[in-house]
C-alpha cells in the first residue's frame, strides 16, 4: 500500500528577489518562477587589455585584474489558464492574468521612487496637517514634503537553488503575449531577460542593507564556484595517469 512517500526530488523554483522600498518598506519582493526555465544561457567575458604603445607597457598574456563580468540570458514562461480554473482561490488571475507578475518583472527596470504605502500615508498625513491650520505632523509647518527619487534601480538577487545566489540587473527585457482575458489582460506571456551580474565594485560605498546583502550573496556565490572546483581535483589524479604513455 502506498505510504506517502516518494522518492522524487523535491523541485527548487527559481526566483528574482527584489529589495525596495517602492511597495512595502524592509519587504523584499518575491518574484517565484511559475515554470523554471529548460535552459539558461551563461557567458563570461574575458578582460581584454587597452591598446598597448610599446612592448613595456604591455599587459601580461595572463593578465586578469579584476572577476570576468557574467551575463545570463534565460526564457520564463508564464500561464494563467490552471489558476483561472480555480476562481475562488486565485481572485488575483481572474482580474489580471499574468499581468501582475509581468508588472512586477518590469518594475525592476524602473529607478527606486516612494513606497505605495509610504505615499498613501504621506497624502493621509498631509491632509491631517493642511486641516489642523498647518501643524502637520513631525513639528514641521505646512504639508508633508515628498522624498525624492533616489534615480537608481533596486537591488535584484537571481536565485538558482543553494549554488547560485547572485545580485544582478536587468539588461534586456521583452514580452510576448500570447492570449488575452475579455478585458484584455495577457492570460499567457514569454518574457525574455537577460541578466547581468554585478560584483564588489558596483557597490563601492555600500550604505544599505540591500547592498551589503548584495555583496555576501556575491561572495557566498563565488565561493561555491571554488568549492566545486575543488572537488574536481579528486578526478584528476586519474586523468593524468590515463595521460601518460607507461
Not at 529607478?111 to 513639528?139: K, Y
Not at 555583496?215 to 571554488?226: H, M
Request: glycine residues 8%; hydrophobic residues 40%.
Amino acid at each position: 500500500m502506498p505510504n506517502g512517500y516518494s522518492r522524487s526530488p523535491k523541485l527548487l523554483k527559481g526566483a528574482l528577489i527584489e529589495f525596495s522600498e517602492r511597495f512595502i518598506e524592509s519587504i523584499p519582493n518575491v518574484i517565484v518562477f511559475q515554470y523554471n526555465p529548460a535552459t539558461m544561457t551563461r557567458s563570461l567575458e574575458v578582460w581584454q587589455p587597452p591598446p598597448a604603445s610599446d612592448l613595456k607597457s604591455a599587459a601580461s598574456a595572463t593578465a586578469q585584474p579584476e572577476d570576468p563580468p557574467e551575463t545570463f540570458n534565460l526564457t520564463l514562461e508564464l500561464d494563467a489558464t490552471d489558476a483561472l480554473e480555480n476562481p475562488d482561490t486565485h481572485p488575483v488571475a481572474v482580474v489580471s492574468g499574468v499581468a501582475d507578475r509581468v508588472a512586477a518583472l518590469e518594475m525592476l527596470l524602473y529607478p527606486q521612487e516612494e513606497s505605495l504605502l509610504g505615499g498613501l500615508l504621506g497624502s493621509v498625513t498631509g491632509s491631517l496637517g493642511s486641516n489642523a491650520g498647518g501643524a502637520g505632523i513631525g513639528g514641521g509647518a505646512g504639508t508633508v514634503s515628498a522624498p525624492v527619487p533616489r534615480g537608481t534601480v533596486p537591488v535584484v538577487l537571481f536565485v538558482w537553488g543553494p549554488g547560485r545566489i547572485s545580485p544582478v540587473r536587468l539588461t534586456s527585457f521583452s514580452v510576448e503575449e500570447q492570449a488575452y482575458s475579455p478585458t484584455l489582460y495577457p492570460i499567457r506571456a514569454q518574457v525574455k531577460v537577460g541578466l547581468k551580474m554585478l560584483t564588489e565594485k558596483d557597490f563601492p560605498n555600500s550604505d544599505s542593507l540591500s547592498e551589503e546583502l548584495a555583496i555576501f550573496a556575491y561572495k557566498y556565490t563565488r565561493k561555491q564556484k571554488q568549492a566545486l572546483a575543488a572537488l574536481n581535483t579528486a578526478n584528476s589524479a586519474d586523468s593524468i595517469l590515463g595521460m601518460l604513455p607507461f
